[in-house]
């Protein structure tokens, strides 16, 4: 099984050494990432622009690594469109500084790495943990990805992404496959200081979590010690109102051939 490994936080990140260190163990892995830190990049591409590519070498890691100096959607894009012969059977993004619960998937540039994976028809697995930093942590999570990636392998549909969240818990309860839950921040953007007589206002985007208590979702579980897994697509439809609109419209079409 070949796994192309990426992520948000860049190809120096704490994160994507552990997961490599662990997944290179079992299978081969090819590693393209970001040059330098990028999250909350959500699914932005380089367009304006074109992106350098370089071979890298990562220290105490065995694997093929490259470094784009663009996004994490565009190392995943031109890993499958240009870059890589190989055919890849996996695509893993993380393991980032940070959950992405919530609505932090729409922000999230490691699991928008994951989604492009999917939009080229190849599982994906998105893995987050919480701000922290020890290595035994991040040596936790990749194994707790590794074994995901081994319970899942041959088993997800080709277009499917599961979002991962690992707490940082003495003892994890076990695996809660949920829905995503409604992550919430205060205090959004700290204003700073400008100088007199300026016309401009400066805001820093900061923010704390004060997640509510959603039942059944990743927002809640994470905070009961479970890992959680929410499988994730990219069709962004919304399927619960769909007919409502189809009838609202309707009803107020003024077709050509009404009138
Ligand atoms: N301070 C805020 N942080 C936010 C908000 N929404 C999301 N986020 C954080 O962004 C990262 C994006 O994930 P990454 O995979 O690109 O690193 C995520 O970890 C969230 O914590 C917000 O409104 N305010």
Redo the contacts with the bound molecule.
């Keep these: 099984m070949r796994i192309l490994i990426t992520n948000?936080?860049g190809i120096m990140a704490k994160g994507i050494y552990f997961l490599t260190k662990e997944l290179e163990k079992y299978f081969e892995c090819i590693i393209v990432a970001p040059d330098k830190q990028r999250?909350?990049?959500g699914h932005s591409i380089t367009l304006h622009r074109p992106v350098v590519v370089k071979l890298h070498k990562l220290d105490g890691i065995n694997s093929r690594a490259y470094t784009v100096d663009g996004t994490p959607a565009d190392c995943v894009k031109v890993a499958l469109e240009k870059l890589l012969e190989e055919k890849i059977d996996l695509i893993i993004s993380g393991i980032?500084?940070?959950?992405?619960l919530g609505?932090?998937v729409i922000?999230?540039?490691?699991?928008s790495a994951a989604v492009e994976g999917a939009i080229y028809k190849i599982p994906s697995i998105a893995v987050?943990i919480d701000f922290h930093g020890d290595d035994e942590y991040y040596s936790m999570a990749a194994n707790y990805a590794r074994k995901i990636v081994e319970m899942t392998k041959n088993k997800i549909k080709e277009d499917v992404v599961l979002n991962v969240n690992i707490p940082y818990a003495k003892e994890i309860k076990g695996i809660k496959v949920c829905n995503l839950g409604n992550?919430v921040?205060t205090n959004?953007y700290i204003e700073k200081e400008v100088e007199n007589g300026t016309n401009q206002r400066i805001f820093q985007?900061?923010?704390t979590v004060k997640d509510g208590d959603d039942g059944d979702t990743d927002v809640y579980f994470i905070k009961q010690d479970y890992i959680t897994i929410t499988p994730l697509h990219y069709d962004l439809t919304n399927f619960k109102i769909l007919m409502e609109v189809e009838e609202i419209i309707d009803g107020g079409n003024t077709d050509e051939k009404d009138s």
Excluded at 96 to 100: L, S, T
Excluded at 107 to 111: K, P, R
């Design positions: 948000d936080d999250s909350a990049a980032n500084d940070g959950f992405n609505t932090d922000y999230s540039g490691t699991v987050s992550r921040y959004a985007l900061a923010g």
